[in-house]
Every structure is written in C-alpha cells, then in structure tokens.
C-alpha cells in the first residue's frame, strides 16, 4: 500500500493504492476527541497505478471539511505512460494523456489547479495545461530518471529527483522558459522528499543517506548551504516554513521532528505516528 496526502485547511485526504490498481480515498478529520476518518470514494485503474497525486478543482471554492470531495481531483500516472485525472465527486475518469510508453514515476498538481507535471522513467519531463490537451515538453537532462517531483508555490518551477549519469540528484526546471535551472548534487543515497520555502529562495531534499540538506537557490557557484547528517532513519518527508529557517521532517522510523536550520538542531519532537511520515 502507498499513500499520498493533501492537506486542505481542515482535514485531509489520504489515497490508498495497491498493486492491482484499486484506489480508495478517505477523509481524515480532527475533532476535539479523536480523528473521523471517513471513505469518499474507491475505484480500479485498469493497467496499474506507478504514481498519484492530489490536485484542486480549478475555479473552486476553499477546501473545507465539507467540500472536499468536490474540491480536488486526482492525478494518476500509469505503467503504460499515461497520465489520467479522475473526478472524485463521480468516481469517473474526466481525462486521459498520452506521454510516451514508459511508466510514469511522478505526478505533481499546481496549487490552482491549472497544471500539473509528469517525469517518465526514461526523464522526459512534460507540463500539462489542464484548460488544454496539449503538454510541453521540459528540458531532460541526460541520464536522468524520477523519483519524485514537486511543485514551488508559485508554479514557476518544478523540482525532481532521481539518478543523473548514475548519482542522486534533484534537477530544478522554469515552468515558465521550460529549461533546467539548476541540477543539485551530494547525497549518496536515493533523494525520498523535498520541499521549496514559500518564498522560493530555499529548498529542502531527504533520503535514504540519512542526511537532510537545505540548497540555497541564489546561491549557483555553492548552492548546499546546510547538511544535517547522522539521522536517525530514512527521511520520507519534508516542509518548510516561509523562509527556510524551520523544517518539518518525517522519518521511515514513525518520527516527526522540526529542525532549526541554522544549527542543525531538534527543536520539538512529535510522537503519536503508527507507521512512517509520508507527508510533512
């Protein structure tokens, strides 16, 4: 079972998938007692599923805890190098594009809902317009495979990772000229999170090395501006603050930690998690 999160400002989703295709959605709402968790939707991807995301319904109201079903679609990539969206509300899929004949390793969603991104397994990268059936192809960098792939807040960039000419290494595109703006290299095992500071300047990436790394997007001649080594457990997720200076980080070991930036140090410790941190 894999799991992907978006997180409205009340409640969240939570997409549970398995190796046939079956995908079931829940919502997961806090009360003052416990959390109701509650499903909203299920159904089969004919083929497979190699990647989901979460993605707004363009021109919808704010998420709310009773709207959500009407609020996001979903993103699903597809071992035959499909990507598909999939209403929730109807449990029925609204389109399908065509990117090649390889699996899809990553879907990612524009805040909006106006775009999404897709990384093939071979590296081809493609922006899709969701007004538009069109998709455009993005800059590869050679010997490049995906992993994952986020989007920056304001949709100006698109953040992946994977293997490039056989290390790690997150490669950093402009949605808006289509051509890589930066290729980050340093950690020794496989890139598992990233996220971008709101402000853009700042991105956060963890792995299997146990090491948490904070680039400074300013910065091209010495973009690494801090290491964080000797974790405890595989980092599965990663968020930042507006600035940087704060990161939440999720472990495969069930943690949760906010780290300061500048020092490297915990700050607050999280416990209550049954199972690895896939979202943060």
Do not use: C
């Not at 109701?36 to 707004?56: C, M, N, T």
């Not at 989007?151 to 051509?179: C, F, L, M, W, Y």
């Amino acid at each position: 079972i894999s799991k992907q999160v978006a997180q409205p400002p009340i409640g969240r989703l939570l997409a549970m998938l398995d190796n046939a295709g079956n995908v079931r959605i829940i919502s997961v709402q806090p009360t003052q007692i416990n959390v109701v968790e509650k499903d909203i939707a299920a159904w089969k991807v004919e083929g497979g599923i190699s990647s989901l995301a979460f993605i707004r319904r363009a021109g919808t109201a704010e998420p709310n805890a009773d709207n959500l079903k009407d609020s996001y679609e979903v993103l699903i990539g597809t071992p035959d190098g499909s990507v598909q969206l999939w209403s929730l509300a109807e449990q029925k899929m609204l389109s399908v594009w065509k990117a090649g004949s390889l699996p899809i390793r990553s879907v990612a969603g524009s805040v909006d809902g106006t775009m999404a991104v897709s990384g093939a397994e071979d590296g081809s990268t493609y922006l899709w317009k969701m007004n538009h059936p069109a998709a455009v192809p993005l800059e590869t960098s050679a010997g490049e495979t995906f992993a994952v792939t986020i989007t920056s807040p304001s949709r100006k960039h698109i953040a992946s990772t994977g293997v490039k000419d056989g290390q790690p290494a997150i490669v950093i595109r402009s949605t808006e000229t289509n051509k890589i703006t930066h290729v980050l290299t340093g950690h020794a095992g496989t890139i598992l999170s990233l996220a971008f500071s709101n402000d853009e300047a700042r991105l956060v990436s963890g792995g299997d090395d146990r090491t948490l790394r904070i680039w400074d997007l300013r910065n091209a001649a010495a973009p690494e501006l801090k290491k964080i080594e000797g974790l405890v457990a595989n980092v599965t997720a990663a968020g930042s603050n507006s600035d940087g200076s704060q990161v939440l980080v999720g472990f495969a070991d069930n943690s949760l930690k906010l780290f300061n930036t500048a020092d490297g140090m915990v700050m607050k410790e999280f416990a209550g998690h049954t199972a690895g941190i896939v979202g943060a």
